[in-house]
């Protein structure tokens, strides 16, 4: 029998941690490739999986049907009730000093 050689990987930068996150936040992953059995019996992983930002791609017979991807939801911009505001009493309370030189004060 033939003996094979050991694989040694090195890596682009000689190993420089910098490097290798730099390079890792630039390659996005490789989407997953999944049949449709394997789908159906791990579907609720595959969606964990799409969750944590992964993209998998469903195959029948080896061509790709369907993707999972991601599901960004959009953000609601925030309203201000201005009505609200103006009905509310203005109370003059203390000045944010006389809080923390009270504040200060206490711990010693």
Not at 26 to 51: G, H, I, T
Not at 60 to 89: C, I, N, Q, T
Request: no cysteine; glycine share 6%.
């Amino acid at each position: 029998m033939k003996k094979r050689k050991a694989f040694k990987y090195t890596s682009p930068g000689s190993g420089r941690a910098d490097v290798l996150k730099e390079t890792a936040m630039l390659d996005p992953l490789p989407a997953l490739q999944v049949n449709v059995r394997a789908a159906k019996d791990n579907f609720s992983s595959l969606l964990e999986e799409a969750a944590r930002g992964h993209e998998i791609i469903i195959t029948s017979d080896g061509e790709p049907k369907a993707k999972l991807v991601p599901y960004h939801m959009k953000r609601k911009r925030f309203k201000v009730d201005w009505a609200l505001l103006r009905s509310m009493p203005i109370t003059a309370g203390p000045a944010a000093e006389d809080i923390i030189r009270e504040e200060r004060d206490g711990r010693s």
